[in-house]
């Protein structure tokens, strides 16, 4: 008669309740020799066993049949468990001459819970027999799923580039922290068999940390969780993307804390991108893997992954370590329907990094079963005191290569009107502190964030200031052809900025501002590229007016940039990434690595426009105000885009060229205009420059020929460095006029 006895509802059991039953019991499970590793999970259920279709069928199968994570699965009605993972099957009646080694049941507390116990089948298989794939190297842009590597200690160690994170200043890569050796120690990747710097070892790192650290308010008894993670200090971040290689944008982490972490994420659908293994795929078979026991203390992973199913293994390797698991929703039925995302739209969310595996043998050591173990991304992202970067569109939008910014720069410094003056002279002097010359740019010997201890000024906007200047972000680019609220006129039809803009009430940061908020527009999507150049026109002349010859240059050379970025015309239109979501490769392709994969034909077809005729600017074309420079910006996009090369013309292209000689087509279809956008915007940026000059020095004394100098480059490093040098803000901020 059970009346008068405790009922055992396993069902009741919480994530806590299995941690302290098996801390309690952890002892006693170590010591047998059988056993090779503990978890928490749900009870696994053999295929074929009557409980796997029928949830109220509670015998037990025969005592001779093993289990395993492949010939098992989780049901809803898996009740909690301590997993107690061994390495040989031992039928019951055996445990008669060793009653001690035999694995209880039952896990009783003090308190009166009573926890069950599931023994699985995990015999290692030697590492010698494990296939090692070679690992993908990227050949374009760095990115997540690509393999990264460290000589150290005569060795390559090899990983995978996780994600990208930020700590607000800086940019890094995060990986498995095994990977990396010591700080400082670069970071690489291989492209066409040669050795490139892609990173440096930061030295911020989390190895193993106590689990109560980790989890405040659970305990581990000397419980260590392995966190394994590394940071890799971005050379520069112009290399690198977010977007994995799969193409998919990351969504957000999934958040997991003692407040949120529950045996709700057994059975959890995953798929991961290694370097070696490409997709991975499986599920969160059990949580807090105690795998290992040194000097008394326990090492814990966070997440053990394993097969969905029998025959659907994990396909992991070395060389995965550091690769991203994100949860896969769309394959995820314990979700309900109407919160089904279809997978075409679905941003996968990561959970967890991995950092190791096991490799399993299954029934007569014939299959191969692996797993892999990861660590929570939330908790590592916590430890690190870092940010997921999920995206560096803004960074991609307002970006189309040095070679583009630095041809631009580099011709406009022979430029104005009169060759011998004042200005022609300064300009001339410090072109190498501005640009590079076209030998580099053929040579790609170009700067780098990281790479030199200066950066030649055109691209400071990109290389330098999109990490350290979060503001930034929006001065590189206006969508001139987007529509939206009337500003002149109340309730009229929709007009686009260009339209406006003929208004001169309109050109104003309030009235630009206005426009982007009730579009519902984020401060970083608020193009302000105009007034971005008004401001540096305004500091020119207060420069020029002080005969102040290092800030003049330090404006000029940076403020290049964006007169560079208002010549191409997917920095000035809607359409900069294609009308929708699959056309958006064509920015990168088409500013990016169509101009690098024909920086040569670049260069000498911008030199043969300049030869044809004399493209100096005319002294009658000088202007005089911030708003009149403004106002030119704003001509020449105009010009760009409607007379020289549409947006539409430069996407049709990218759909129409495929295969090998894809960038070979698109520079046969757009090159030649893209050179004359080039000439275009260098004549707009020597007017600019010549404009804001004979501004600040009219009715002043020439300046001694010893003034007009090449400025120290540990001048212009100290001004780009300081944040409130040609300051960066949103254009909520800028109050202009």
């Known amino acids: 008669m059970t009346r008068f006895l405790r009922k055992i509802d396993f069902s009741s059991l919480g994530l806590t309740d299995l941690i302290e039953a098996r801390d309690a019991y952890h002892v006693h499970l170590a010591n047998i020799d059988n056993v090779v590793g503990t978890a928490i999970g749900r009870f696994l259920i053999r295929r074929g066993d009557p409980n796997e279709k029928d949830p109220a069928y509670d015998k037990k199968s025969g005592p001779g049949e093993e289990r395993t994570l492949g010939n098992s699965v989780i049901k809803p009605w898996s009740w909690p468990a301590v997993l107690v993972f061994i390495d040989q099957w031992v039928n019951t009646n055996e445990f008669a001459k060793r009653p001690d080694q035999y694995v209880p049941p039952r896990l009783y507390l003090p308190d009166g819970r009573v926890v069950p116990t599931c023994v699985v089948k995990a015999e290692s298989r030697p590492s010698t027999e ?10 374009t842009l760095m990115a997540p799923g690509d393999a990264i590597g460290t000589d150290s200690q005569g060795e390559r160690r090899i990983g995978t580039v996780g994600c990208l994170v930020t ?3 800086d940019m890094y890569a995060l990986t498995s922290g095994h990977v990396l050796g010591a700080t400082d120690d670069e970071v690489i990747t291989m492209r066409d068999g040669e050795r490139i710097v892609v990173g440096y ?6 190895q193993r940390v106590d689990f109560e650290k980790a989890y405040p308010g659970w305990k581990i008894t000397r419980g260590l969780l392995n ?14 993307d977010a977007i994995p290689t799969t193409g998919k944008r990351l969504g957000d982490i999934v958040n997991l804390s003692v407040d949120t972490l529950t045996l ?6 995953v798929r991961g991108l290694g370097a070696a293994s490409t997709g991975m795929h499986g599920q969160i078979s059990a949580l807090f893997y105690r795998y290992r026991s040194v000097g008394g203390f326990d090492y814990v992973a966070d997440f053990l992954i394993g097969p969905r199913g029998q025959d659907d293994p994990v396909v992991t390797q070395p060389g995965d370590s550091g690769a991203i698991w994100c949860w896969d929703a769309p394959e995820d039925t314990a979700i309900e329907e109407r919160e089904r995302v279809p997978a075409a739209n679905y941003e996968p969310r990561p959970i967890a990094l991995q950092w190791g595996g096991h490799s399993f043998l299954e029934r007569g050591g014939q299959g191969r079963l692996q797993i892999a173990l990861a660590s929570s991304i939330s908790t590592i992202l916590r430890l690190l005191d870092v940010e997921l970067v999920r995206d560096l569109t803004f960074e991609r939008d307002s970006y189309w290569g040095k070679t583009g910014h630095y041809k631009v720069a580099q011709i406009a410094c022979g430029l104005t009107s009169a060759a011998g003056s ?23 010997k170009v700067p780098a964030d990281g790479q030199t201890a200066f950066i030649a000024l055109a691209d400071i906007p990109d290389l330098w200031w999109r990490a350290h200047r979060g503001k930034d972000k929006a001065n590189h680019f206006a969508d001139l052809d987007e529509p939206g609220l009337n500003l002149t006129q109340a309730n009229g ?20 501002d206005r426009f982007y908020v009730d579009k519902n527009t984020t401060l970083e999507h608020r193009g302000a590229l105009p007034f971005r150049v008004w401001q540096a026109f305004d500091l020119l002349v207060k420069a020029a007016k002080a005969g102040d010859v290092s800030s003049f240059i330090f404006v000029a050379g940076t403020v290049a940039h964006y007169i560079g970025d208002a010549c191409q015309p997917l920095h000035v239109s809607r359409l900069h990434h294609g009308h929708d979501a699959s056309e958006d490769g064509v920015h990168s ?26 493209q100096r600017v005319k002294a009658a074309d000088l202007y005089a105000t911030g708003a009149d420079a403004a106002d030119h910006m704003v001509k020449l996009m105009k010009h760009v885009i409607e007379d020289i090369l549409k947006p539409e013309d430069v996407i049709t292209s990218w759909k129409n060229a495929h295969g090998a000689s894809k960038y070979t087509t698109m520079w046969n279809d757009l090159g030649d205009r893209t050179c004359q956008c080039i000439v275009a915007g260098a004549r707009a940026m020597a007017l600019f420059w010549e404009s804001a000059w004979h501004e600040g020095r009219k009715n002043l004394p020439p300046l001694t020929p010893a003034a007009i100098r090449a400025v120290s480059r540990t001048t212009l490093l100290q001004k780009y460095n300081d944040p409130a040098q040609f300051e960066s803000n949103w254009i909520k901020d800028m109050h202009l006029p």
Request: hydrophobic share 40%; charged share 20%; aromatic share 4%.
């Open 130 to 139: 494990r296939p090692i794939a070679a690992p993908v190297f990227s050949e």
């Open 167 to 169: 700590d607000g200043a």
């Open 201 to 206: 070892v930061s030295g911020r790192a989390q």
């Open 227 to 240: 966190a394994d993670a590394g940071l890799v200090r971005l050379k520069s971040t112009a290399d690198w």
């Open 264 to 269: 709700d994420l057994i059975g959890c659908p």
């Open 422 to 444: 004042e200005i022609d002279q300064l300009l001339l002097k410090n072109q190498n502190n501005i640009s590079i010359s076209d030998a580099n740019l053929k040579q790609g």
């Open 493 to 512: 039809p929709q007009q686009t900025l260009l339209q406006q803009w003929a208004n001169h009430a309109t050109r104003t940061t309030a009235m630009w």
């Open 589 to 614: 392709d088409y500013e990016t690595t169509m101009m690098d994969r024909n920086v040569g034909k670049l260069v000498d077809g911008v030199n043969a426009l300049l030869q044809q005729q004399n």
